[in-house]
């Protein structure tokens, strides 16, 4: 999973092996504590950094070296990503003509503002025949900015057989219809904007099935002086985002899981469709250059006198080429977490203390978005690519354990990495998440960065399935199958840690349940507990202890219970073959 146990063992002082069937777990945990030990207390090699002597000669503790040239390539990176696709995000110019109706714009006349965010409505034609050739808008909410005294929204404006939007400022004087946009109710429920005509979810799936979903610019979010401005849309940024033409986009199709990907029905089938194509030209852009900084970076470890052998960091590699591998590696989950931001299904979270683009998983799923933001990655703004990465380099600061670590691809029903060692573990939570399904989504853009880098890894278009253990309906036909599975597969897991583990050890294993599952009337019951249960005993281990530890927050997204109520770290022992 995420690495925290084989992380945490590490910080101990304890030589650490982390594996998982899921290619970007593993890589995460080869980030955390594979990579860091092997380059750990060396000075950054960019030239910047030799150049000030002081700086070179500092002491450079764990991984701080190497985070310095994750900031220093990151850098390089964004600035060659603005030259080659800068003119797909242009500056928003405030005009005397804006002024006329929007006095607030005064002070901003005359200067060009960087763009934070552009946001879109999502459009189906009407299902009404006098507007039949309308396109229009699916707009949850017009409001863009709810912050008492700033108060900003979109406003439509019909003009005979088509619309516009304009943008205005205070409280808008129909409170509710600003609130509500187009909708009319929960899930795919709108109207009309010309007509008053309801849009049902099925005439709206029919459109995206039949691929005549769009989207309309409803208004610019610029970089105001203290704090966001907000303007109508232009005919020049709504044709500079159409000019965006990606040379590739991923085909690979999301899983027809209806629990926690919910785009198929409108239409959006692979991963490629959920991006804007300018979106899909910066997501390539920034991944290439992946392979161009490694270049950079191994030139500049030369020259700062790391060893010039060429053994790739794969093969154990510390080098100038596998050190610029490394770097590689951060660079490319800078990108993931600019993926997070970078998709037509993250929304303008118009929140009380700040306005923001949200990034995509707030909750292990990937929700359908009716209107979108779509963030700059050259703002100085949320969402921008060096923002995202500073986060990374931020953590590896912190990484770099004095242990070794290693991080592994292997099925937990057959891996012998176990053998004679102190074992904890997280397996997979029963139905809870379908961890494969989701990981695609990161999944597809590091493998184009880093492909070379772990050919093994990324040997597969997509994330292994068939093997994961996890109780999912679709993949197995139906619930009892699917549980089934899961006790099966748990069991043969659980007997192989059973078979090697070190017997002067006991086995402790970590299982979040659903609160959801347990809060009955009869009392409490959760079939994935029962089940895991089964198969720990089925597999030779014997329950010495339980340890409840409350490791979720208690609420979820927008104060909903949150679905894992607690974890219990299950503590086993070999059963004695005689009981």
């Known amino acids: 999973g995420g690495g925290a146990l084989p992380l945490e063992a590490q910080r101990l002082g304890l030589e650490s092996y982390a594996s998982d069937l899921n290619p970007v777990a593993v890589l995460i945990n080869k980030a955390m504590i594979e990579i860091p030990p092997k380059f750990a207390g060396k000075p950054p090699v960019n030239p910047e950094a030799r150049k000030d002597k002081s700086l070179f000669a500092q002491e450079w503790k764990g991984a701080q070296g190497l985070a310095e040239d994750v900031r220093y390539y990151g850098k390089w990176m964004r600035g060659e990503a603005e030259k080659r696709i800068g003119t797909l995000y242009p500056k928003i110019e405030v005009t005397a003509e804006m002024v006329k109706s929007r006095p607030d714009l005064k002070p901003y006349v005359g200067r060009s503002l960087t763009v934070i965010a552009w946001l879109w409505a999502r459009t189906v034609k009407s299902p009404n025949p006098a507007f039949a050739n309308v396109d229009v808008p699916l707009a949850s909410t017009f409001m863009l900015s709810t912050k008492a005294g700033k108060e900003a929204y979109v406003e439509p404006v019909i003009e005979g057989s088509s619309y516009r939007f304009t943008v205005k400022v205070g409280k808008p004087k129909d409170a509710e219809a600003a609130k509500n946009g187009t909708k009319l109710a929960r899930g795919a429920n709108f109207q009309c904007l010309m007509s008053g005509t309801p849009l049902a979810g099925d005439h709206i799936k029919a459109e995206g ?65 959920l991006f804007t194509p300018r979106q899909l ?54 990108i993931s977490r600019s993926a997070d931001f970078w998709s037509n299904l993250c929304i303008w979270a118009n929140q009380p203390k700040n306005e923001l683009v949200a990034h995509l998983f707030g909750r292990q799923a990937i929700p359908m978005a009716w209107d979108f933001a779509e963030a700059n990655p050259f703002s100085d703004s949320g969402g921008n690519f060096e923002k995202n990465l500073s986060y990374i380099a931020k953590g590896i600061d912190y990484l770099a354990g004095a242990a070794l670590g290693h991080a592994n691809q292997i099925d937990a029903a057959t891996n012998t990495v176990s053998s004679g060692r102190l074992v904890s573990t997280d397996p997979p939570y029963y139905d809870n998440i379908g961890y494969a399904d989701l990981s695609d989504y990161f999944y597809v853009w590091l493998r184009r960065a880093l492909r070379s880098i772990f050919p093994d890894l990324f040997a597969t278009l997509a994330v292994p399935k068939a093997e994961e253990l996890v109780a999912t309906p679709y993949r197995h036909g139906s619930k009892e199958k699917a549980e089934a599975f899961f006790l099966d597969g748990m069991t043969h ?34 079939t994935g507990w029962e089940t895991f ?26 104060g909903l219970t949150n679905a894992l109520a607690s974890s219990i770290i299950i503590v086993c022992r070999q059963r004695d073959t005689s009981a």
């Not at 700062?304 to 080429?321: M, Q, V």
């Open 209 to 273: 099935k039949a691929g005549r979903m769009g989207a309309r610019l409803m208004a610019i979010v610029g970089e105001g002086d203290r704090g966001r401005v907000y303007l109508a849309p232009t005919l020049e940024h709504e044709e500079a985002a159409r000019k965006a033409s990606p040379e590739w986009k991923p085909e690979t199709p999301l899983a027809p899981d209806p629990r926690a990907l919910w785009t198929p029905p409108y239409g959006l089938t692979t991963f490629g469709d």
């Open 281 to 334: 030209v910066a997501l390539t852009t920034f991944s290439d250059l992946v392979g161009e900084a490694r270049e950079r970076i191994r030139r500049d470890a030369l020259a700062a006198g790391l060893p010039s052998d060429p053994k790739p960091l794969r093969d154990g590699g510390t080098g100038a080429t596998a050190y610029a591998e490394a770097v590689g590696v951060y660079l490319a989950f800078g």
């Open 493 to 526: 897991a659980m007997h192989r840690l059973a078979e090697q583990t070190h017997p002067a050890f006991p086995v402790t294993i970590y299982y979040a349940f659903k609160q959801s599952e347990s809060d009955t009337e009869e009392g409490t019951a959760s």
């Open 533 to 558: 249960l089964d198969a720990v005993i089925r597999a030779g281990f014997a329950v010495s202890g339980t340890w409840p530890m409350r490791t979720e927050r208690t609420q979820g997204l927008k």
